[in-house]
């Protein structure tokens, strides 16, 4: 592993990387390497506890596995940096469910599959780094591409994907339904999910976005989401964390006029620096949607509603981009406009949505589920990165050793934007290529650090 990352270290500094790093094709596979897993045998190890009480910490581990032999289509990648989702924190808390019952599934699929069945389960769905071996059949990508991967895993062996492949029923989410994922000194991913890196970020800076970048442009932009337009007026919840923080950039750059509801006067700002003017800090306004575990204050829903108005000069939102879940989701139903779309996913706050249906059949409102992304999509996300229209929001970044501790600030809500983790990457500010447009928006890409 040492050869490996002297290898790609070479290469820093350098505007042309691929010469130093074509000779990582020569280097011999190392027959193990460190990853972050949680272990089967741990379970049942929070039952009964609360999920806010849950530690993430105390599940996950690093340990030595042994590496996989590559299938036809993928692709072994030496990570770099990875990062911190939502379904890590899921993972490592064991809710819904373990994830162990995933794997199991996938590995009734077939003999190559079968690999991913394990007692233990290397997690992470991002990823930065660079290509070390390639599978049978793959042409589009060779050894010492440098690549960042999406975090879509599917078969496409069914029709049902060959329109959206989100809809093939073999979709899974690489690192959460899958093994061999991005928290890890190597990972396995199919070919179809490697992008290329883009060349003005760092390491980590390149890894943050995969996910959730992928997944709010499916939400807010693309026809399978809310197919936003511009002058739109798109309420987002969360606006500065990992998810709203990319849907607050693409409400901006769509040209659509975006509502940040943030918790805090740190993370208004944050929104404000991103161009957004149009902010509330539900915390000090005090909106509480639920006046008890049971019932939902309607009065709250229409003094929220005012609000809005109140700063969009009388409009409600087109849009609401919703993924908090039960907390928020009946305010979301009722503050849309006549008309609007609600697209959701995630339910960070839980799964169990209530709302008012009056509010959604007699005002001829939608509901759009949504989840992560297809390839075109995903591409299409990452592009708009490479350009310099869309900023990693990267806030800190933990040492591999260190991920239990970079999951349990995202569990409880104690980070702004992306948490990365340095895997392969002695430092942060590494991998930088292109200098010239990194200069152009060294202050936007490095508008979250610190927070």
């Known amino acids: 592993m040492q050869d490996i990352l002297e290898a790609i270290m070479a290469a820093e500094g350098s505007t042309q990387p691929e010469r130093e790093l074509a000779g990582l094709a020569g280097l011999p596979v190392p027959e193990s390497y460190r990853g972050v897993v949680v272990r089967a045998e741990d379970t049942r190890m929070f039952d009964g506890m609360a999920t806010r009480d849950k530690d993430p910490r105390k599940a996950l581990h690093l340990q030595e596995v042994p590496t996989p032999e590559l299938a036809p289509g993928e692709a072994l990648v030496a990570v770099m940096a990875s990062a911190i989702n939502y379904n890590t924190v899921w993972t490592s808390i064991f809710e819904p469910l373990p994830t162990f019952k995933f794997l199991q599934r996938y590995g009734r699929l077939s003999e190559l599959t079968r690999r991913h069945d394990l007692p233990y389960h290397v997690v992470g ?27 879509l895993s599917v078969e496409l062996e069914d029709a049902a994907g060959h329109d959206d492949t989100m809809l093939d029923p073999q979709q899974r989410i690489w690192g959460f339904e899958t093994n061999f994922g991005g928290l890890a000194e190597l990972c396995v991913v199919k070919a179809n999910q490697l992008m290329p ?8 800076e390149a890894a943050s976005p995969g996910l959730v970048n992928s997944t709010a442009y499916r ?38 006029i975006p509502v ?17 003017e149009l902010v509330i800090d539900r915390t000090a306004e005090g909106f509480r949607f639920w006046s008890d575990e049971n019932t939902q204050d309607q009065d709250e829903w229409r003094r929220f509603g005012e609000r809005i108005r109140q ?27 006549k008309g609007g779309t609600i697209v959701t996913c995630a339910s960070t706050s839980g799964f169990l949505h209530q709302y008012d249906n009056r509010y ?14 297809n390839y075109h999509e995903a591409w299409q996300a990452n592009r708009l990165v490479a350009l310099g229209k869309v900023h990693p929001t990267v806030s800190k970044t933990y040492p591999l050793e260190q991920t239990g501790q970079a999951a349990y600030e995202v569990h409880r809500n104690a980070h702004q934007g992306k948490v990365g983790v340095r895997c392969l990457a002695p430092g942060d500010g590494l991998g930088v290529r292109d200098t010239e447009l990194r200069s152009r928006h060294e202050s936007a890409i490095n508008r979250f650090r610190g927070h």
């Open 260 to 276: 940040c509801v943030v918790s805090s006067p740190e993370k208004a700002e944050l929104c404000r620096k991103m161009g957004a």
């Open 311 to 337: 700063l969009t000069g009388g409009e409600d939102p087109d849009i609401v981009f919703e993924h908090p879940g039960r907390e928020t989701f009946g305010a979301s139903v009722y503050v849309a406009k």
């Open 219 to 256: 939400q807010l932009v693309s026809h399978h989401g809310a197919n936003m337009k511009q002058g739109d007026v798109v309420l987002i919840w969360g606006a500065s964390g990992g998810l709203g923080g990319y849907a607050t950039q693409m409400a901006l750059n769509g040209g659509a």
């Open 125 to 151: 769905s991002d990823a930065a780094g660079v290509v070390l071996r390639t599978g049978p059949g793959v042409t589009r990508w060779k050894a010492g591409d440098e690549v960042v991967a999406h975090c």
């Open 197 to 204: 890196k883009p060349r003005h970020l760092s390491w980590e």
């Open 360 to 373: 959604l059949w007699m005002h001829l409102k939608r509901i759009v589920g949504s989840h992560f992304a």
